[in-house]
């Protein structure tokens, strides 16, 4: 479920934040990935995954200006039982988020981070943080 190996298996097992990646170089040789939560180290030599995924449940928020978190604005919400889905444009991305526990007015500011690893479809690789939220193994 959290280490897909494509992008298809991906979404049809659930909801699924799917988004393409930046990759660079560091000096010491280690490889990084851009997301729209942040830099992410790659715990592995793998280079040839293009895209990241995070399931929706598996996104933090915290409040504005949060360290370590990057920051999104809230533009939907909608309830779902006890879930609340919402939808947060972080940058040029929409994340999709679902809490059961907090609530967010649309408009809010919020940072977003990692309650756990990211996975590079194709390869379903975990990755080391490096950036703005919290990756955990």
């Known amino acids: 479920y959290d280490n897909p190996p494509t992008e298809y298996v ?16 560091a000096a010491d040789g280690t490889l990084h990935v851009e997301t729209p939560l942040g830099a992410f180290r790659l715990s592995t030599a793998a280079t040839d995954a293009a895209k990241v995924m995070v399931r929706p449940e598996r996104i933090r928020v915290a409040p504005q200006g949060s360290p370590g978190f990057a920051e999104g604005n ?7 039982g006890s879930l609340l889905h919402f939808h947060v444009r972080c940058g040029e991305t929409l994340v999709r988020i679902v809490a059961a ?9 919020a ?4 309650a756990l690893n990211l996975a590079l479809l194709d390869r379903a690789l975990a990755l080391g943080h490096q950036g703005p939220g919290h990756a955990h193994r």
């Open 10 to 25: 991906a979404t049809v097992m659930g909801a699924a934040n799917v988004w393409p990646v930046t990759k660079s170089s």
């Open 74 to 80: 809230v533009r939907a919400k909608t309830f779902s």
């Open 101 to 109: 526990h907090t609530d967010m007015p649309i408009g809010t500011v």
């Open 111 to 114: 940072g977003l981070g990692l």
